[in-house]
């Protein structure tokens, strides 16, 4: 069994969480790294604990990921695997707070947004929201299949990303519509493979709404 663990923020106004977000960092990173989001909008969640995991997998001295890039053909099958990695980690934090599924959103960047698009939708017990910067889906043919909840997601992609085009998260959005989970697909022109200030703000905007 992979024990996930890395940094976290506790709540600011209370001991005992009223939510929580769980982060996860692209390929290379680690959770420092995403942690960082939390400390920008901490603010407008105060009653609400952060999370931010390392990937399970070593990259060089500090990075991780959540599966090997190569060779692809073993790309889909390495998802679900890791899936159930982050999955436990969720149910794990979760039962530390008492929190239910309905209290508990993702934020996921690359092939961290990997992630959140292929586990939440398949999860026994619907999240209350994931947002998803600069992601892709890549196991969408097992969707309508495996679909076992309608988790509602918010896709967030720079129009000059290079690193995964933002037809990737169009594409992403489009496969949600088919088995009619909701969705909101937001391009930002003039943003690369990164996350800017209306990034977050759609982020903010949208965590607000689905852990009220």
């Given at each position: ?26 390929l ?16 407008e969640f ?6 931010s ?16 890039v190569d ?49 939440a ?19 969408g043919e097992s969707?309508?299949?495996d ?28 496969r ?36 009220a």
């Amino acid at each position: 069994m992979v024990v996930l663990s890395g940094p976290k923020r506790a709540p600011r106004s209370t001991e005992s969480p009223k939510s929580l977000v769980v982060l996860l960092h692209g390929l290379g990173s680690n959770g420092d790294d995403l942690i960082g989001l939390a400390d920008q909008i901490t603010e407008e969640f105060p009653e609400t604990a952060f999370h931010s995991p390392n990937a399970p997998i070593e990259v060089g001295d500090f990075g991780f990921m959540w599966y090997p890039v190569d060779p692809v053909e073993r790309r889909e099958d390495c998802i679900y695997q890791a899936a159930q990695a982050v999955n436990d980690f969720i149910d794990e934090v979760a039962a530390t707070y008492g929190l239910p599924p309905a209290k508990i959103a993702l934020v996921g960047f690359s092939q961290g947004s990997i992630m959140s698009i292929h586990l939440a939708p398949r999860r026994s017990e619907q999240l209350a929201g994931v947002v998803a910067f600069s992601g892709a889906m890549f196991t969408g043919e097992s969707l309508a299949g495996d679909l076992a909840c309608r988790t509602p997601f918010v896709l967030i992609h720079g129009a000059d990303d290079m690193v995964l085009d933002a037809q990737e998260s169009m594409s992403a959005g489009a496969r949600f519509d088919e088995v009619g989970v909701p969705v909101e697909i937001h391009v930002l022109p003039g943003l690369a493979h990164s996350i800017d200030r209306r990034g977050l703000d759609i982020a903010t905007e949208f965590l607000r709404r689905v852990l009220a």
